[in-house]
């Protein structure tokens, strides 16, 4: 098993920028992804962002242009990179890893609030 914790989340009017951060108590580099999800007020939560263990990404269209997924192997890292914020982005948002060698985690979840 992983832990993870996010952090970076906070209130910023629209337009504004936020980065995410997702640390994992171990190596991220054998994952077979990681993710962003977040959970609005009365929704279901939804993936927003993945990156894969070769590289690859997905965004949620909604978020497409705006939002950024990275990883930095050397800090155990999973960054959210989140621009031109808009009040729907507004959500608890989570971190998550499946790894190859079996296992799957959750971050406690970091509260992003976008308001004017």
């Known amino acids: 098993q992983v832990q993870l914790v996010e952090s970076g989340g906070g209130l910023v009017q629209p337009g504004g920028s936020l980065r995410l951060s997702c640390v994992a108590s171990?190596?991220?580099?054998?994952?077979?992804?990681m993710g962003w999800y977040r959970q609005a007020p009365g929704k279901q939560r939804e993936l927003v962002a993945r990156i894969s263990g070769g590289g690859g990404t997905y965004y949620v269209d909604s978020v497409k242009g705006r939002f950024t997924i990275s990883r930095d192997n050397a800090k155990n890292t999973v960054y959210l990179q989140m621009n031109s914020l808009k009040p729907e982005d507004t959500g608890v948002y989570y971190c998550?890893?499946?790894?190859?060698?079996?296992?799957?985690?959750w971050g406690q979840g970091t509260q992003v609030t976008v308001s004017s």
């Open positions: 998550n890893v499946n790894m190859v060698a079996g296992g799957s985690a």
């Open positions: 171990r190596s991220i580099g054998n994952i077979y992804s």
